[in-house]
């Protein structure tokens, strides 16, 4: 399958007002990006850790009332925070409000100052991809049971590239798997990936591959192509969410 090459943006909710964080959307989506995600946590990954920090899923919804083009999701949401007919349903009905341009991402959670500042039990890698397993097919049921259904058949992104389970749930549910990956890395987790596609029956062709970026699209990006990536994701931080290197990125996909 020839896939067109797209350019997602992950705005990243921390150290800024939610009138910057708009603003970083309203800029990205006018320059011409295809995709704006945020992520899925409680507190700032980098800088003061107690810095200011805005909730995911709250946040998506306001996304698709202030953007009108755009498809737009988390870069993950974690699948402990929340029940998953709940998710299910949120999912949804954020689908509707913008129109259908809601990617779903999912993955199994990581961040354990998350888990112990709201109350949710951190378990292990084991038993939190193990919830994320069991929480797939019921969104997908859940889906095919709410009324009104969602706007279109929701784009699933998986991250992360656990070979053993994560990849596997990739290959049985996934419409995009996104890693991040040097070159070699890529070629490497793609092809797990599409082994686990022919021990369920699936065309791989049928998964997007996904990987963030943080160099000049110059430096690395027809090399990633070449690996197979078609989607390539910015990170932009607050405050002043500088789109410099994300402007590249969206000038070299144009150029191809």
């Known amino acids: 399958m020839s896939r067109p090459i797209r350019i997602g943006v992950q705005i990243k909710p921390q150290h800024a007002e939610y009138a910057q964080i708009r603003d970083a959307v309203s800029r990205a989506e006018e320059a011409g990006v295809d995709i704006a995600f945020n992520w899925d946590h409680f507190f700032p990954l980098s800088g003061e850790p107690e810095g200011k920090h805005f909730e995911c899923?709250?946040?998506?919804?306001?996304?698709a009332e202030a953007t009108s083009r755009v498809e737009i999701g988390a870069l993950v949401t974690c699948n402990s925070y929340r029940n998953p007919e709940l998710l299910a349903d949120m999912a949804r009905t954020v689908d509707h409000i913008s129109g259908g341009r809601l990617i779903l991402g999912i993955g199994a959670g990581w961040f354990e100052k998350d888990y112990d500042e709201y109350g949710y039990e951190f378990g292990t890698a084991g038993s939190r991809l193990e919830a994320l397993s069991?929480?797939?097919?019921?969104?997908?049921?859940?889906?095919?049971?709410?009324?009104?259904?969602?706007?279109?058949?929701?784009?699933?992104?998986?991250?992360?590239g656990?070979?053993?389970?994560?990849?596997?749930?990739?290959?049985?549910?996934?419409?995009?798997?996104?890693?991040?990956?040097?070159?070699?890395?890529?070629?490497?987790?793609?092809?797990?990936?599409?082994?686990?596609?022919?021990?369920?029956?699936r065309d791989p062709d049928d998964i997007e591959r996904s990987v963030g970026v943080g160099?000049?699209?110059?430096?690395?990006?027809?090399?990633l192509v070449a690996a197979g990536a078609t989607l390539f994701t910015v990170g932009i931080g607050g405050p002043d969410y500088d789109l410099d290197l994300l402007t590249k990125w969206i000038a070299w996909r144009d150029a191809r």
């Open 57 to 63: 899923w709250t946040m998506l919804g306001a996304w």
């Open 134 to 160: 069991e929480a797939l097919p019921r969104i997908e049921s859940r889906w095919a049971r709410l009324n009104p259904a969602p706007a279109r058949d929701i784009p699933v992104l998986i991250g992360g």
């Open 162 to 201: 656990g070979e053993k389970k994560t990849l596997r749930y990739a290959a049985q549910h996934a419409n995009i798997w996104h890693g991040f990956a040097d070159v070699e890395t890529l070629k490497h987790k793609s092809a797990v990936l599409d082994r686990h596609c022919a021990d369920v029956g």
């Open 215 to 223: 160099k000049p699209p110059e430096e690395i990006g027809d090399d």
